[in-house]
């Protein structure tokens, strides 16, 4: 198999440039660490590999202050409350007198993107590596200054404490570049018996803020002098703009400028509403011309298995012995779906004496700098890109674009920061949507009621079309030199795209697992939340339980039996204990009970989940009514925040799976809203859900902001089949698609 | 000109008569809280609190707003001092990126304020306008619960307070 590299990431590195300075000279470019000089073998762990200067993710400051560095963003999953703890236990400072900085193409570290759970395995064990050779050198440094041996010497709230009680602060021991060193293999970690912050459910920093009208959000930005635009997008993929006489539009109230570069328009206005405005006039004057291009979306199994593909085989074993007697065949379905942001995107740029800023909800800072600059024309280190939170992503949401937006238009009114704020119907018709896939699944049972062969197959797109060159985004692709989509990667295993999590976790005597990749995207998609996981997993999760069925056995004791991973069978057990499962348990009239399992990735967090779903019979409606979940991901920082990101994983997976599909005609997207692209409200919240964590002290961060989502759909698909003994296949679950399977 | 009274205070506003509140308080007087979700009515997003109703302020215009009483999340509490239904949020922890949490406390503070007690049932009815996409249901339902026995304890120990003068 491959090394556990994402492609993106390895792409980004590849760019070249040299390995530059400490902050402790300067903070300009100082992070901008692609292509390191040959660390030492073996390497340090995490991002460390790549960053590999202490000061890139901790610096004292002469006063004692403390800054932890990320190169990752916070995007709501409350990783940055984490990475505070994580230093402040390593270092011995109290929490609160941390500061943690995220991604920002000035100050630090490049960590690609922030997706695909990955933050706490890169960042948090860079930092909490960091933060313990940091430790380590300040020891060093106060036994040097006393003349005594350095092992008597203990750290505690911010100071080195000699063996006599003799106090010397931080501050007072950081020299000036004494940080900027190489870090070491290995670290003289804390044991986890002794941690007082890490293990606590620490309440995060950022909520307060949000709860009391605080600017947390980039949409909050108001920069002097700042105007606000708005796109006029093309009504379809590839319109072409025939005519537009804006001439009347700058004449209106407010309007500072319209600005046209081929298919990309957009107007900008001093004050908010009067942009707004101005994008409906703008708007009714554009003339387009638009192509239908688009597959029939009542047929989308077809439409998928058609492309054409490049087939792959993942993974092959072969046990001639094993033979089966019954064969069963299935298959699943996954629509387009939307991330769904519910703030749309925004950012804010400023271009002042040649130099771009932007200040962007993205999830990978120095590749959008990239795009940017490229799109622009200029050396990416002209460009400085922030990130500053948004509304919630879930992956490649329009971020990326709204930021291109933003620097487009800020490169027309030099000096003046612009702020871009997309609409509801731009971000649901532009957004890359998460792909839609197909899986075919057939399996035979032997004499034991064991399985005995596994076939697996995947169509699917490309999982990421993420920036990295300015084809990416939108704003790029419709200037009048437009710049080409690039040419869709697989993404490689073991972490892969639409074949994420397609390799099956259970021990089966034969086992075939192909990969057709799709490069042909009849609509514009991306990573979302998951990527292949989440289809791949409710297709073999919902099999298991058909499987189950076909031999008779209990769904919780089948799985059991085809599986070694004791994590698993650990993760699995503690669900179906909390749940209060019982083999050959009949769930109350008209309900179900389901049970499904993963672990994302194959290499990340574990998560088993069980499900009560109440179906009425004479609707078809599905009711989630309480869903019981075990998670194992390692070393467990933030307690709450872990069941936080589960909680979460659960509700959003239920809307994916029972209610989410993007519509389109055979020109436009028709889902543009929330009335036209419907999602879980209040009224579908379930009663209850628990999350339940198995603790691994001392295990290294395994990322669990994604290791749900498979799991809650399939549990939920199999209550569903348990309440109703009809099997549904085809994403979303409709209530319409329950009846009509009832009334089959 | 128009005087619009947010949070207690008169502003001079110079906008549109059909400029929607939302703008408004963000554009004009320099608020955070209500955010910009979908301008259609449809998210919950925008969500204050006019004379003592939640209203979207995205689909609200200026001029409906004359002699109103506007109530932000910005006018309930602050950080130091934040109101029940702000320590609720904080003590359950109920945001994730927390972008739909303002629209959603302003409601429930209409709620509360009508109603000091109501049930599950009626706290879920009550918030089916607000769509969040992090799937924070469970822990905004609880905050919601814990400001009710918040409200109670504040409006007991001021009730005692009362009684003891």
Known sequence: MNAPVILDRRRVLAGGGALIVSFSLTEVFAQDQSAPAAAPAPTPPGSLKTAPFLDSWIRIDADGGITAFTGKAELGQGFKTAFQQIAAEELDVPFETLKVVTADTHRTANEGYTSGSNSMKDSGTAIRNAAAQVRELLVAEAARRLDLPAENFRTENGAVISPDGRRLGYGDLVAADMLHVQAQPKSKLKDPSTFKVMGQPVPRVDIPAKVTGGAAYVQDMRLPGMVHARIVRPPSYGAQLTDCDSSGIEKLPGVVKVVRDGNFLAVVAKKEFQAIKAMGALSAVAKWRETPSLPKQDDLIKVVTSLPSQDSTIFERSNPSAVGQTTVEASYMRPYQAHGSIGPSCAVAQLVDGAMTVWTHTQGVYPDRQGIAEMLHVPPASVRVIH??????????????????????????????????????????????????????????????????WNFEVWSNTHSMRPGGAGSMLAAQHMAQPFAVPAPKPLPLPEGGGDRNAIPIYTFPNAHV???????????????????????????????????????????????????????????????????????????????????????????????????????????????????????????????????????????????????????????????????????????????????????????????????????????????????GRRLRNLPLTRKRIKDAIDA | MMTLKVNGHDHQIDADPDTPLLYVLRDDIKLNAAKFGCGLGQCGSCTVIVDRKAVLSCVTPLVLLEGKQVTTLEGLGTIEAPAPIQRAFMEEQAAQCGYCIAGMMMRAQALLQKNPKPTDEQIRAELEPHLCRCGTHMRILRAVHRAIRLMDTADASSTTHRSAQ
Request: proline letters at 6%; hydrophobic letters at 40%; glycine letters at 8%.
């Open chain 1, 514 to 724: 192909v990969h057709h990749f799709i490069p042909a995207m009849p609509l514009r998609i991306s990573a979302m939340r998951s990527l292949g996981a989440y289809h791949n997993v409710f297709s073999i999760e919902s099999f298991m339980d058909e499987l189950a069925v076909t031999a008779g056995a209990d769904p919780v004791e089948f799985r059991l039996k085809h599986l070694d991973d004791p994590r698993g069978r650990d993760v699995i057990e503690k669900a179906a204990q909390g749940f209060g499962w019982r083999k050959g348990q009949k769930a109350p009239q008209d309900r179900g009970f389901g049970f499904a399992f993963a672990r994302y990735k194959n290499l990340a967090a574990y998560c088993a989940i069980a499900t009560e779903v109440e179906v009425n019979r004479e609707t078809g409606r599905p009711r989630l009514v309480r869903a019981v979940a075990a998670v194992d991901s390692g070393q467990v920082v933030n307690p709450d925040g872990l069941i936080n990101q589960i909680e979460g994983a659960i509700v959003q997976s239920m809307s994916w799976t029972l209610y989410e599909s993007v519509t389109f005609d055979d020109t436009r997207i028709t889902s543009i809203d929330w009335q036209t692209y419907p999602i879980l409200r209040f009224n579908s919240v379930p009663e209850s859900i628990e999350v339940h964590i198995i603790d691994r002290p001392g295990q290294p961060f395994l990322g669990s902001g994604e290791t749900g989502q498979g799991p809650a759909a399939a549990s939920i698909a199999n209550a569903i089949a348990d309440a109703t």
């Open chain 1, 388 to 453: 500053v939170e948004g509304s919630g992503c879930y992956g490649h949401n329009g971020a990326d674009d709204a930021a291109a937006d933003a620097a487009l238009i800020a490169r027309a009114l030099p000096g003046t920061p612009v702020r871009v704020q997309w609409t509801r119907e731009q971000e649901h018709s532009w957004e890359p949507f998460g792909p839609a896939m197909v899986t075919k699944l057939k399996a035979s049972l032997d004499s034991n009621g064991r399985i005995s062969d």
